[in-house]
């Protein structure tokens, strides 16, 4: 059994005694303006963005070359296209990627990476009508784009004007699902929109259109959605509406359904924003976003730790008294955030309002994290033994001379007709000492504290070792959840961390005869030994111990199978490797 969970949180909450003057804010350091264009247009935007690796950056730019009484002419726009070699500091030359062509502008466009490296590029040909969702592909890194492909077209019948991506780009989920947000207008509702998500799960080959969602009462529905990725697997999207908030809502069916949506409470206005998972460990997700405020037009920056449960007090980027829209985040790897938005202002010693993109270089914030074997997907066999799960305090930042983490409270969350937890063994800390509550298995939760008598953690280090074992049968999926309720140095001030659980699936570990979690030369040697007596076969799990060569008995090469595997020879599914 391969049994791995990563807990991580970014406590904001006031400790009971700390000194708030002393607490850690997740907005430290430089922020760099940058210019992306080495070409002057009348009217431009920045953004999206793509992430190519070695701090690469791969960013679009919207052209609008005609200019009509001070405002872009979207009939005419183009997409073209720019790279930083520098994570976003410096630029190179603009390229064209999609021009006008046909009478068509290229318009909206949105940009999505996957694992494998290939560039999604969706756009909208349009011409006062959106014929619907295009797209372009590149395995090259943006070297070269594939001819253009519809992906929606859209039905005169059911909408009218508008089908377009969403500005904000898609994502691929842990799973490998893509996802890119779009939005559609509802027919004969003319200015009434709804958003939806496009979904793929062979690297962009293919893909299906989600359900929609839709904000009741919004003169405008649900307009530009943005989306995210939670632990949990779940989606989160927020939309722009006609209401004094965006909403939020989630799906639990990769985007196939929605939930009813609410008020987003950190929003002022329905303008629009966008979303981006940072990392899964630490579970960092950034959200930036325009509202109205008076007669200023502020731009905020904020993170949540807990999957979008709360967000940090927003940063500031920009406030003005015109407008700005669009705003546009990328990871650059170089722990550093890449954001653009589009300034709709009249320029110094101007007479005529421009539409113009501005990016700015944002720190990331330092984060510790709080986890079990890196978040990896746990595996457990049903009617296997309890096994040992590490818990950990990693990634701890430097926080200054003879200071370290001086105390922490978990809470650990489970479904108890799916997973129990047998036991918790807390680790022996010199100076250190670490305290656990008796599981609950009937309303599945147990509380780890611990506390400094001498000395503070400033290492990774082991707190805890978890018993878990499955309940639920085989083939289900369960969630580990965990909660940070305090995490703090020695003076108890705040430290910033983050926290989230994994998925649990139920079944087999092939070959995993000791159930320990995982496939070594250990689970050879049990096999070994029942072979020639001298275990008996109720020390192994006989399931996985039979299911390495998967012929439905225990045999001498079940033991070659598993050996094979721990030296290379065959991979996880037991299949030779050429």
Same mark, same amino acid.
């Given at each position: 059994?391969?049994?791995?969970?990563?807990?991580?949180?970014?406590?904001?909450?006031?400790?009971?005694?700390?000194?708030?003057?002393?607490?850690?804010?997740?907005?430290?350091?430089?922020?760099?303006?940058?210019?992306?264009?080495?070409?002057?247009?009348?009217?431009?935007?920045?953004?999206?963005?793509?992430?190519?690796?070695?701090?690469?950056?791969?960013?679009?730019?919207?052209?609008?070359?005609?200019?009509?009484?001070?405002?872009?002419? /979207?009939?005419?726009?183009?997409?073209?296209?720019?790279?930083?070699?520098?994570?976003?500091?410096?630029?190179?030359?603009?390229?064209?990627?999609?021009?006008?062509?046909?009478?068509?502008?290229?318009?909206?466009?949105?940009?999505? +990476?996957?694992?494998?490296?290939?560039?999604?590029?969706?756009?909208?040909?349009?011409?006062?009508?959106?014929?619907?969702?295009?797209?372009?592909?590149?395995?090259?890194?943006?070297?070269?784009?594939?001819?253009?492909?519809?992906?929606?077209?859209?039905?005169?019948?059911?909408?009218?004007?508008?089908?377009?991506?969403?500005?904000?780009?898609?994502? /691929?989920?842990?799973?490998?699902?893509?996802?890119?947000?779009?939005?559609?207008?509802?027919?004969?509702?003319?200015?009434?929109?709804?958003?939806?998500?496009?979904?793929?799960?062979?690297?962009?080959?293919?893909?299906?259109?989600?359900?929609?969602?839709?904000?009741?009462?919004?003169?405008?529905?649900?307009?530009?959605?943005?989306?995210?990725?939670?632990?949990?697997?779940?989606?989160?999207?927020?939309?722009?509406?006609?209401?004094?908030?965006?909403?939020?809502?989630?799906?639990?069916?990769?985007?196939?359904?929605?939930?009813?949506?609410?008020?987003?409470?950190?929003?002022?206005?329905?303008?629009?924003?966008?979303?981006?998972?940072?990392?899964?460990?630490?579970?960092?997700?950034?959200?930036?976003?325009?509202?109205?405020?008076?007669?200023?037009?502020?731009?905020?920056?904020?993170?949540?730790?807990?999957?979008?449960?709360?967000?940090?007090?927003?940063?500031?980027?920009?406030?003005?008294?015109?407008?700005?829209?669009?705003?546009?985040?990328?990871?650059?790897?170089?722990?550093?955030?890449?954001?653009?938005?589009?300034?709709?202002?009249?320029?110094?010693?101007?007479?005529?309002? +421009?539409?113009?993109?501005?990016?700015?270089?944002?720190?990331?914030?330092?984060?510790?994290?709080?986890?079990?074997?890196?978040?990896?997907?746990?595996?457990?066999?049903?009617?296997?033994?309890?096994?040992?799960?590490?818990?950990?305090?990693?990634?701890?930042?430097?926080?200054?001379?003879?200071?370290?983490?001086?105390?922490?409270?978990?809470?650990?969350?489970?479904?108890?007709?799916?997973?129990?937890?047998?036991?918790?063994?807390?680790?022996?800390?010199?100076?250190?000492?670490?305290?656990?509550?008796?599981?609950?298995?009937?309303?599945?939760?147990?509380?780890?504290?611990?506390?400094?008598?001498?000395?503070?953690?400033?290492?990774?280090?082991?707190?805890?070792?978890?018993?878990?074992?499955?309940?639920?049968?085989?083939?289900?999926?369960?969630?580990?959840?965990?909660?940070?309720?305090?995490?703090?140095?020695?003076?108890?001030?705040?430290?910033?961390?983050?926290?989230?659980?994994?998925?649990?699936?139920?079944?087999?570990?092939?070959?995993?005869?000791?159930?320990?979690?995982?496939?070594?030369?250990?689970?050879?040697?049990?096999?070994?030994?029942?072979?020639?007596?001298?275990?008996?076969?109720?020390?192994?799990?006989?399931?996985?111990?039979?299911?390495?060569?998967?012929?439905?008995?225990?045999?001498?090469?079940?033991?070659?199978?598993?050996?094979?595997?721990?030296?290379?020879?065959?991979?996880?599914?037991?299949?030779?490797?050429?």
């Amino acid at each position: 059994l391969l049994i791995i969970v990563t807990l991580i949180t970014l406590l904001m909450a006031m400790p009971t005694s700390a000194n708030t003057a002393n607490s850690t804010s997740p907005f430290e350091g430089e922020v760099t303006s940058f210019t992306m264009h080495d070409i002057e247009y009348p009217h431009y935007w920045y953004g999206p963005f793509a992430t190519l690796g070695n701090g690469i950056i791969l960013g679009l730019l919207s052209i609008f070359p005609n200019d009509v009484n001070g405002y872009f002419d /979207q009939m005419k726009a183009e997409v073209w296209q720019n790279l930083s070699n520098e994570g976003g500091y410096t630029w190179g030359t603009d390229t064209l990627v999609q021009p006008y062509e046909g009478g068509y502008a290229a318009f909206m466009p949105a940009l999505l +990476r996957s694992n494998t490296g290939r560039l999604n590029l969706f756009y909208s040909p349009y011409n006062g009508s959106s014929l619907g969702i295009y797209l372009k592909q590149s395995y090259t890194n943006g070297a070269n784009w594939t001819i253009n492909k519809p992906i929606i077209q859209r039905d005169p019948a059911l909408q009218r004007g508008y089908v377009l991506p969403s500005p904000f780009s898609g994502f /691929q989920m842990r799973d490998g699902t893509l996802i890119q947000p779009w939005a559609g207008m509802y027919e004969p509702l003319v200015g009434r929109y709804y958003s939806s998500s496009l979904l793929s799960n062979d690297d962009g080959d293919n893909w299906t259109v989600g359900g929609n969602i839709d904000v009741a009462g919004s003169d405008t529905g649900a307009d530009e959605p943005s989306m995210v990725d939670l632990t949990d697997g779940r989606l989160y999207a927020l939309v722009r509406t006609s209401y004094p908030y965006i909403y939020e809502t989630f799906s639990s069916e990769k985007g196939l359904t929605w939930s009813t949506p609410q008020p987003w409470k950190p929003s002022n206005s329905g303008k629009a924003a966008e979303l981006r998972r940072i990392s899964y460990e630490p579970n960092l997700i950034a959200v930036v976003w325009t509202d109205k405020v008076g007669e200023t037009y502020p731009l905020y920056l904020a993170y949540s730790t807990d999957d979008a449960k709360t967000w940090s007090s927003p940063q500031i980027i920009t406030s003005t008294n015109h407008s700005v829209s669009l705003p546009h985040l990328a990871v650059t790897g170089n722990n550093t955030l890449v954001l653009a938005w589009w300034d709709y202002s009249v320029p110094t010693g101007g007479s005529v309002p +421009r539409s113009t993109g501005v990016g700015v270089i944002i720190p990331i914030p330092k984060v510790i994290s709080v986890s079990i074997n890196s978040g990896t997907t746990i595996f457990l066999s049903k009617g296997g033994g309890v096994a040992g799960i590490p818990l950990e305090i990693k990634n701890i930042p430097y926080l200054g001379a003879n200071n370290g983490v001086g105390g922490f409270t978990f809470e650990l969350m489970w479904d108890p007709a799916m997973l129990s937890v047998d036991n918790i063994t807390v680790s022996q800390i010199p100076g250190f000492s670490v305290l656990s509550g008796t599981p609950n298995n009937i309303t599945g939760k147990v509380t780890v504290t611990g506390y400094t008598v001498g000395s503070y953690i400033t290492d990774n280090l082991t707190v805890a070792t978890l018993g878990l074992r499955a309940t639920g049968s085989t083939g289900n999926s369960t969630f580990l959840g965990m909660s940070i309720i305090q995490l703090g140095d020695k003076d108890g001030n705040p430290i910033m961390s983050a926290a989230t659980g994994t998925m649990v699936k139920i079944g087999l570990l092939r070959g995993d005869a000791n159930n320990d979690g995982k496939v070594d030369i250990f689970d050879a040697m049990f096999i070994a030994q029942y072979i020639v007596g001298l275990r008996p076969l109720g020390e192994l799990n006989a399931e996985n111990a039979a299911s390495a060569k998967q012929d439905g008995i225990i045999d001498v090469f079940d033991a070659m199978f598993i050996a094979q595997h721990v030296v290379g020879f065959r991979d996880k599914d037991f299949n030779w490797i050429e």
